[in-house]
Each structure stands twice: as C-alpha cells, then as structure tokens.
C-alpha cells in the first residue's frame, strides 16, 4: 500500500488543512506555525515509505510562480531534523523548496511507512516536524494571500 500521509497541529492532536496566518507586516516574520507531518500515523500495517521528501509552496491555484507569496518566496521554513535546531530559516516557493525528513531514525529524506503507536515521542521515523512562518519582502503588495504548502515524494 502507498503511503498515508497526514498533516496534524503541533499538539498532534488535530489535522490541519488551514493556516489562518493573520496580519503579516513586511519585514516582521509572522507567528510561527508548527505542523506534523505523518506517513501511517498509528497504523497496525506496514505501508510504503515515502522517500526524498520535500515541501513546496504553490500559488493557490498550483502554479510556482504567479502569485507573490510562491513567486518571491515568501515563506520561511524550519525542519529541526535537518536544520539542527529551531533558529535556521531558509525561504522557499516557486522552484525553491525544502528538504524534510522523519525526526529520528532515518538517514535520507523519507518518512518511514513502519506500524507505529501515533504518539510523537514513539514514532519518530514516521513523522516530521516543521516550522512556517511569513517574511513578506519590504515592498509587498498588501492584501489577502492564498496559497498552498505541498508535501512532495516517491514511493515503490
């Protein structure tokens, strides 16, 4: 079976589909916003490892670089598993994205498909944890943004 990639809040405790970023201003980084990133949160069953792993940002509607947050890349992000610790911020969108890898237990950029209990601190070979946040640039255009964060891979 493919992998069974879910997305929860930083308490892991719900599934995040929206991040409601709020009022950004240029130059002033945004709230950051922590997710969990799962391949078989809790499954009893092995599924596939998803491999070479990496986050993107898309316009809204899934291009790379039409609208200004993917285009002039916007969005910083933060993945202590690869970073080493919660302070390097590397920006990504349009062709720039992000390497992500499981939190502990794996040596290339997967998250492992392995049955796993669902709890963050037991199953560190199925989960990535992730930080956003928004740099709008000193000369943004101001007004609501829509965008998409993608997580990206393979699996055999």
């Not at 409601?20 to 069953?45: D, F, L, M």
């Not at 491999?51 to 910083?76: F, H, M, P």
């Not at 943004?145 to 993608?150: A, M, N, S, T, Y």
Request: glycine fraction near 8%; hydrophobic fraction near 35%.
């Amino acid at each position: 079976m493919g992998p069974q990639i879910t997305v929860y809040d930083k308490t892991n405790t719900v599934i995040e589909n929206t991040w409601n970023v709020g009022t950004v201003r240029a130059q002033e980084p945004s709230e950051v916003y922590t997710i969990n990133i799962w391949n078989n949160k809790g499954g009893v069953e092995h599924v596939s490892d998803l491999k070479d792993c990496y986050v993107s940002i898309l316009d809204y509607n899934g291009d790379t670089a039409l609208e200004d947050v993917a285009r002039d890349r916007w969005i910083q992000v933060n993945v202590p598993s690869i970073d080493g610790d919660e302070n390097t911020w590397v920006n990504i969108g349009g062709t720039f994205t992000k390497e992500i890898k499981a939190n502990a237990g794996v040596s290339e950029n997967t998250l492992s498909g392995i049955a796993n209990s669902g709890v963050l601190s037991n199953s560190t070979k199925n989960v990535c944890t992730v930080n956003f946040r928004v740099y709008a640039p000193p000369n943004s255009n101001p007004g609501q943004k829509l965008f998409k964060i993608r997580v990206n891979g393979y699996f055999t």
